[in-house]
């Protein structure tokens, strides 16, 4: 048995809560591989609503277990929060989430330093979360950061002790005041009730699972396009995002990745600075946020919308390997008489249909349009109810990326979900 992948192919938000919420009945195991606290995988069913930041989106299910991989750091207090609100809705998190010993912590100090480095780059800023995710990778990549293993050692206390130290010296360099010791209580409380979770050894764990041929679905934060190697670079995470994020963040081999699923909005959307090709900073683009209710589920910072990339959307799916596609959000569209998807960027004198390696490269996209179906999705249940210039719209777009889309979601609920071809 392979790991299957899910991850999303736009710059974040496409909706990968819901999607993983729904295929986990198939799957008795679900990891997320990458990022922190600065993701907000959002789920809805049965009238209620959570947002998940560092869980993975399959801990509903019952008999499912939720691994959280290496490649994930960890703030202390808000997965304690997080969990908190799980078990006030009768979810028993302890049973069903295992933590890899090599997942790094986010120390309060990497907070006040996210924030430090964020205002002192002005109107340069990249628009971090300010959860302490880049300086926590950063810890890791330079060989200082402390792991979820590390806390049950002897001289656990002694090493927090050491990096805060560094911490509080590298801080010098800005002008920003701060409390070295803010949040200091609560996150070494926090950790005492991390301890009581089962902490693993993922790798080992990992491959166990798939050598007695136990089903792995493996979840993706953020999206493809903020990858830090080969997305909008460096308007990016800092971490990789694509599917070979999973391998490395959960200790398993290239070929033990099997079917690769991509989850793409209908329309665009980012948070942040950074490129943005099909961007509409007009009434058409605000009709996308208010409709599609974009706005942050970490941040709650409105996000900035625009119409279908197709460049980009290829893009991903060539980086990550996408078996097929999952569509979110169609019925955002319903009330327009008019849908474009750009199919190319023009770039000077240049038409192309690749993604520029300069991010302030100036961009137009090359449009095709479309005539709105001016239905409402929401109570379709069937594919062959779906009105014809819908699927016309589905099929430019699977022929164009030379996928096929399997799931259409047509709204926020795990009900409204439709897949396709599901025999």
């Known amino acids: 048995m392979k790991v299957d ?10 909706g990968k809560g819901k999607i993983v919420d729904v295929l986990a009945k198939n799957y008795p195991v679900i990891a997320r591989f990458q990022g ?29 277990q939720n691994i959280i ?5 960890i703030d202390p207090i808000i997965f304690r929060q997080e969990c908190k609100k799980l078990e006030d809705a009768g979810v028993p998190v302890k049973e069903r989430i295992l933590i890899s010993k090599k997942a790094h912590l986010i ?20 628009g971090s979360t300010l959860k302490g995710i880049g300086p926590t990778y950063m810890d890791k990549t330079g060989r200082n950061g402390i792991r979820i293993g590390d806390i049950v050692t002897d001289n656990f206390l002694q090493r927090y002790n050491i990096l805060k130290e560094k911490h509080i010296m590298f801080l010098k360099q800005f002008d920003f005041s701060y409390d070295p ?11 005492e009730y991390i301890k009581e979770f089962k902490l693993i050894d993922c790798e080992y764990h990992i491959n166990k699972l798939v050598h007695d041929n136990k089903r792995v679905l493996a979840e993706g934060a953020q999206g493809s396009l903020l990858d830090i190697d080969y997305g909008s670079y460096p308007f990016v995470t800092s971490s990789n995002t694509i599917t070979a994020g999973a391998c490395i963040g959960l200790g398993i081999a290239p070929k033990q990745i099997g079917s690769v699923s991509g989850i793409f909005k209908a329309y665009c959307t980012r948070v942040g600075s950074g490129p943005f090709p099909t961007e ?21 910072r409105p996000r900035r919308t625009g119409w279908l990339d197709l460049v980009a959307l290829k893009y991903a799916v060539m ?6 596609l999952i569509m979110m959000k169609a019925d955002v569209l319903d009330s327009f008489t008019t849908i474009k998807i750009a ?61 096929p889309i399997k799931i259409i979601s047509l709204g926020p609920d795990r009900s409204q979900t439709i897949i396709r071809n599901e025999e």
Request: cysteine-free.
């Open 319 to 324: 980086l990550n390997g996408a078996d097929n």
């Open 69 to 73: 991989g290496s490649g994930v750091v």
């Open 5 to 14: 992948v899910v991850l999303g192919l736009q710059w974040g938000d496409e």
């Open 36 to 64: 922190g606290p600065n993701a907000g995988h959002s789920l809805q069913f049965e009238d209620q609503k959570f947002v998940l930041h560092t869980i993975p989106s399959g801990v509903f299910r019952k008999n499912t």
């Open 280 to 300: 509409l900073n007009d009434d058409t683009g605000e009709n996308l946020r208010k409709l599609g209710s974009e706005f942050g589920a970490t941040t709650g």
């Open 343 to 403: 199919t190319h960027y023009k770039i000077g004198e240049t038409i192309t249909d690749s993604v520029p390696f300069d991010p302030f490269a100036k961009i137009e996209p090359v449009y095709k349009e479309f005539k709105g179906w001016k239905k409402d999705l929401t109570k379709i249940t069937k594919e062959q109810d779906l009105p014809f210039e819908f699927m016309n719209y589905v099929r430019f777009i699977e022929k164009e990326v030379g996928v």
């Open 181 to 191: 010791n803010q949040n200091q209580e609560e996150w070494f409380d926090s950790l």
């Open 107 to 126: 120390l309060p100090t990497h907070r006040i330093i996210d924030a430090a480095s964020e205002q002192a780059k002005g109107e340069s800023k990249i």
